[in-house]
């Protein structure tokens, strides 16, 4: 497709569960991030894929939290033993140059952790 | 510590008037500072950015002011259009690092007809 795109649009889970959310870049974008925007809140920052370099993970909030690209490509998050506090709606953002570069969205994910 | 601030969390203007959208920001290593507006579902999507050797940046409509001294920047829309209303966030990068952007919470532009 021609945007990032983001799977499961809305999930649904029950406190201690695990869940995967998925993200798909735009093709031949190197850089890569997660943020997390929760209600009336800016985007916070977890993460950072650029390249084969090592990712920036200095975001993300604990150790149930962690985030892999497979092959440059497609990114995965991870949240495990999901907490109420989790809730949130989870984006990803992809661009075509690592310094700067606009930042081009998918329509998140919304988390709701029951 | 919220180093972006946007104190308006929603702002609400007559159609085909001005809106003003105003950021703060605390960090004078910000150089760079960028204006991203979302519809309710969607991803944000780039609006207009502004480089700190600037005061000033327009793209038809939008025009967004930097003032370094302030460190406050604004966007200013003109003539707002129905169209317009989204949350609209400010963003800042940091000559430390090319790539980590720091947001604002945004703000709630609702044109009235």
């Known amino acids: 497709g021609a945007g990032v795109s983001q799977s499961p649009s809305n999930k649904v889970t029950e406190k201690g569960k695990d869940v995967e959310l998925r993200c798909d870049p735009i093709?031949?974008?190197?850089?890569l991030y997660w943020y997390r925007q929760s209600l009336g809140q800016g985007l916070e920052f977890l993460i950072y894929?650029?390249?084969?370099?090592?990712?920036?993970k200095s975001g993300l909030p604990s150790d149930r939290f962690s985030a892999e690209r497979t092959g440059g490509s497609v990114s995965t998050l991870t949240i495990q033993r999901t907490q109420q506090e989790d809730s949130a709606v989870y984006l990803c953002?992809?661009?075509?140059?690592?310094?700067?570069?606009?930042?081009?969205f998918g329509p998140g994910t919304r988390l709701t952790v029951l | 510590d919220q180093q972006v601030k946007q104190n308006s969390p929603s702002l609400s203007v007559q159609e085909g008037r001005i809106s003003i959208l105003n950021c703060d920001y605390t960090n004078s290593m910000f150089d760079y500072f960028l204006w991203y507006k979302k519809y309710p579902a969607e991803g944000p999507t780039f609006l207009i950015s502004i480089s700190s050797i600037k005061d000033k940046n327009e793209d038809g409509r939008f025009t967004v002011f930097l003032n370094k001294s302030a460190k406050h920047l604004s966007l200013h829309i003109v003539p707002s259009q129905p169209g317009d209303s989204a949350v609209y966030f400010c963003?800042?990068?940091?000559?430390?690092?090319?790539?980590?952007?720091?947001w604002g919470a945004g703000t709630k532009l609702i044109i009235k007809p």
């Open positions: 093709s031949g974008h190197t850089a």
């Open positions: 963003a800042a990068l940091s000559g430390e690092s090319n790539y980590q952007l720091i």
């Open positions: 894929f650029q390249g084969n370099s090592a990712p920036d």
């Open positions: 953002a992809t661009i075509a140059e690592p310094q700067g570069g606009e930042q081009f």
